[in-house]
């Protein structure tokens, strides 16, 4: 008898591997198009103040469209600076129920534009004892 000559290793077909690699690749890819044009407002509700937001920054629009930033009137060309030095805090905004929606919308807007990714609306009974 004569000896095997080569190797005698096992051969492993990957093809079906690189299927569901590409399968993979394909469902991140769609997932994160679909979460990279959500606009991430949260929403709280309830009666009072949620623990951790003791030390959030609050932004106050008033019927006659004023803006306080932390109980302190500020004008529009200030806001980009202030919402830049509050980076990393969490943030409320808080607007008179007369204020029009968009005026809100532009305040969100422009806090976006200067990084804060995520804000929550004061509600009428949050924040007020």
Do not use: C, H
């Not at 129920?97 to 806090?111: I, K, M, Q």
């Not at 990084?115 to 609306?121: P, T």
């Amino acid at each position: 008898m004569r000896g095997r000559r080569g190797r005698g290793g096992a051969e492993i077909d990957i093809t079906p591997l690189i299927d569901v690699l590409f399968m993979l690749i394909i469902f991140f890819v769609l997932t994160a198009s679909f979460v990279q044009g959500k606009l991430d407002v949260q929403l709280p509700s309830g009666e009072g103040v949620s623990s951790d937001m003791q030390g959030a920054v609050v932004v106050t629009i008033t019927a006659d469209k004023k803006i306080f930033w932390d109980g302190r009137e500020a004008a529009r060309d200030e806001l980009p600076a202030l919402a830049a030095a509050a980076k990393g805090r969490e943030l409320l905004v808080a607007g008179d129920e007369n204020v029009p929606y968009g005026e809100v919308a532009a305040l969100l807007s422009l806090l976006r534009g200067e990084g804060i990714a995520s804000a929550g609306l004061m509600l009428s009974g949050e924040g007020a004892k």
